[in-house]
Nanobody
Framework: EVQLQASGGGLVQAGGSLRLSCAFS?????????IAWFRQAPGKEREGVSC????????YYADSVKGRFTIFSDIAKSTVYLQMKSVQPEDTAVYYC???????????????????????WGQGTQVTVSS
């Protein structure tokens, strides 16, 4: 069974940094999975933030976070991180990590974001950015 555990949220001042973690179990980087970070702000729809795949080196970012956020992984720890820098009040949201196992068709992880095809979710972690 695939399980995800997101952590690392908190209160941070605008311009500061925060690192979110998504620890997973039930698969490894030897398997073929797409892993993504999403966020949902109060009163807004959930949006994709960033993603990577276990079998491809590419990473993807929403335009709103490009140049400020970095997604990376620690294979030994079965953890995917989201390093957030220069955060702004508009980054305030509950952040979720999610995964989807690839089948025979292997699109980019961002295509899965756009098609809303992630099907295993962790609990969210709250990020609040004060101005």
């Amino acid at each position: 069974e695939v399980q995800l555990q997101a952590s690392g949220g908190g209160l941070v001042q605008a311009g500061g940094s925060l690192r979110l973690s998504c620890a997973f179990s039930g698969f490894t980087f030897d398997d073929s999975y797409a892993i993504a970070w999403f966020r949902q702000a109060p009163g807004k729809e959930r949006e994709g933030v960033s993603c990577l795949s276990t079998n491809v080196a590419n990473t993807y970012y929403a335009d709103s976070v490009k140049g400020r956020f970095t997604i990376f992984s620690d294979i030994a720890k079965s953890t995917v991180y989201l390093q957030m820098k220069s955060v702004q009040p508009e980054d305030t949201a509950v952040y979720y990590c999610a995964v989807r196992k690839y089948g025979r068709y292997v699109p980019s992880c961002w295509e899965f974001v756009e098609e809303d095809r992630y099907n295993t979710w962790g609990q969210g972690t709250q990020v609040t950015v004060s101005s």
